[in-house]
């Protein structure tokens, strides 16, 4: 019911449209060169400087602006690829409408090659809320997918597992197109094309009208939908030698003509990747060998139509479907002083993963500028099956041979209404609701015995109902937005009809505060406070083991209570000229009931070496950091990107240690420590003329003490090259990623044994791409709000 009266409120509060007023301005917009019509053009009416009406042109480039006092306006014609123009009109008493021709527009060549062309950098631009960084071509030649790209981008980190933290820490909330979607990240990215990626944000501060989840922020990547007149496209085409060449393919095409807009892209990857690695344990002078090989095939389709129905409504639908299938053989040796104890296992596992998302979305522009109603509904549907073979042989000469398998189907769908009041030119109001409803089912089986469940059912489903409110003003050089969000969150799982169910209920208030100031124009600072929380996923609270090794079994904890964290940010920019700026932020976080991992001896074997990996809560943490980035053009042919970030996280989780009395017996000890990390990044670009352009990479990231153990420093160094050629739609690039093959994942750790190890994939690589684009005509894209720009909002691994 008090939904149903907030919608009701929300409607009601839509103010009509001012009484009409005598005076109109008419005329028509056409192309200075082609002379055509030019539709869809954005018409500004202005008062000294103030914006008083407007208006769009129709499919025959007319417009009409009725209703307007008897005044002297400025009206300024404004369209994507063109300059803008402006001119004035007298409305008197003699002569209420002021017609004023043909208005010829001219083309801006700079904006149209920003508009069409992929950027050949990389850039970075610093928003209030988030940092946006344009996915060039020197980007996209980092490697095939998502994943292997991500490394290169400030205050991200891409693990062994290809496991994404942000600003050292891993609870992150990953989005596609600005909507959360039901497969693991780590598998998500892998499955992304890089030529498919328009943009990435990272939003570390959130404010109340996105989702709360997530402690370190949210990771939103923004797929190319392109929105030119006539049909034009984009083809990328990619191959990566490594130990085995791997292949990646991307095709977007779009198709625009009058109300309609067609657009769709599509995009795949296809190879092998090799993955090594060791671990030694100190006490007992065994190892183990493990080598991974995985054959994998994804594609990834995007295909959608823009309707204009008129000048201020839009609907929009699109559907992204996604297929990734891959094979892996995982090989375990491990070798004991006793060679009667040794142990080699060979696993065969095949992956099918789909997934399907459907989005309808419509859009009012009411009469005031900036004045508009969103209704969104989005749904997405994923379905992945994993068979896993084992061939287990021990040093005794004895063979066994056992099966896992598990089907996973997870549903989300969100409805989302939004509300947008500009109350004033220095005031703005905004309102919203949000459902989603999540639906995990999982069933597991194994011909292991002894187990303790042979068989498993596992559902865990999620209703989460929100309502959000903030307001903000802006004046010359001060500007802040308070806001916040209430939101009901209930979870309910069940494991085997009730053997291990866990319920959870409860109703929260997630308040923000941003607050700007400009010193000038080239000098920001920005302040944020946001609260938020990390609910633990289907794969951190599944009793169902995600992966297993002769002596590691990874499994959920279905009692995993949510983690609250509350944080406060300060960031600086200083813009200079040429488009250099550099931006500077600090942070602090106050975590409470923290979810980290924990380790402990399997209990169900009689092998003691035999290690359990799980999660856990604990109680209040607290964390802080700074990041600096930059984008500073030296000379005409020479700019850079350096980034370096520091964080510091107060850590605490369970280990696991051998009684002194009993060494084959352990206790469960709270350790607490302090975990620095640093990071430091820097791209190089040299452009020797209009064609030909290099560029150089490096990466560092220091030592991480955790509560397991101490990850060791990781670093490396790649260069590449680019050519452009048939007036700049075709280019060529190579890039050698990790040089000198230092890229390596390498750790120490006491609990609950003495043991290091390292991990190896295939860093060292050789990158050769192609891309161009083909077809004409400007763009053409209706002003209105994008999702993609203003969106609203693991588990385990070991390969």
Known sequence: MKLKMFFVFLFGSIMSIAAQNPGSITGKVTDKATTEPVPYVTITVKENGAVVSGGLTDDNGEFAIKNLPLKNYTVEFQFMGYKTYAMSANLTDKDRTANLGNIAISEDVTQLNEVEVIKETTTIEQKIDRKVITVGRD???????????????????VDQDGKISLRGNPNVRILVDGRPTTIDPAQLLKQIPSSSIKKIELITNPSAKYNPEGMSGIINIILHKNANDGFNGNFNSGINFGETPKFNTGLDLNYRKGKVNFFGNIGGNVGK????????????????????????????????????????????????????????????????????????????????????????????KFAKEGHTLDLEANHNYSKSTQDVNYDITRGNNTQSFYVDGLKDRRKNTTVNLDYVNPLSEKSTLELGAEARLLRTESNFFTTNTPVEYPTVDYTYDQDIFSAYATFGQKWTKFSYQVGARLESYKVVADFNKGTLGFKDDYITVYPTLFAGYNFNEKNMLQFSFSRRVDRPNPDQTSPLREFSTPLLTSIGNPSLEPQ????????????????????????????????????????????????????????????WGFEVSANYKITKWWDIQPAVDFSSINQQGLVSQPLASDPDSFEFINRKITANAFNARMNSNFKVNDRLSFLLFGFYRGPVNGVQGEMKEMYKIDSGARYSLLDNRMSLSVRFNDMFKTQRFGFDSNNPFPQSGEFRWESRTVYFGLNYRFGGGKNMAMQRKQRDDNTKQGGGGMF
Request: aromatic residues 12%.
């Open 564 to 623: 609250f964290t509350s944080s406060v940010e300060l960031n600086y920019t200083k813009m200079f000229g040429q488009g250099s700026s550099v931006t500077g932020g600090v942070y602090y976080r106050f975590i409470n009931d923290e979810i980290n991992r924990i380790f402990y001896p399997n209990d169900a074997t009689a092998n003691t070496d035999d290690q359990i990996m799980s999660f856990g809560n604990f109680d209040k943490n607290t964390a």
């Open 273 to 364: 990747w090799a993955n090594s690695g060791f671990i030694r344990r100190k006490d007992t002078g065994s190892e183990q060998l493990i080598d991974v090989l995985n054959d994998n095939e994804g594609i990834l389709a995007k295909v959608g139509m823009d309707y204009y129905i008129d000048d201020n409504n839009t609907v929009s639908v699109y559907t992204t479907q996604n297929s990734f299938n891959g094979n892996a053989t995982v090989t375990t040796d491990i070798f004991n002083t006793n060679p009667a104890d040794d142990i080699y296992q060979d696993s065969k596992v095949d992956d099918e993963n789909y997934n399907n998302a459907y989005n309808l979305a419509y859009k009012h």
């Open 139 to 157: 980007l996209t030649t980092a490697g095939g997918t998502a994943s292997e790209i991500m490394g290169n981008i400030p205050s991200v980190n």
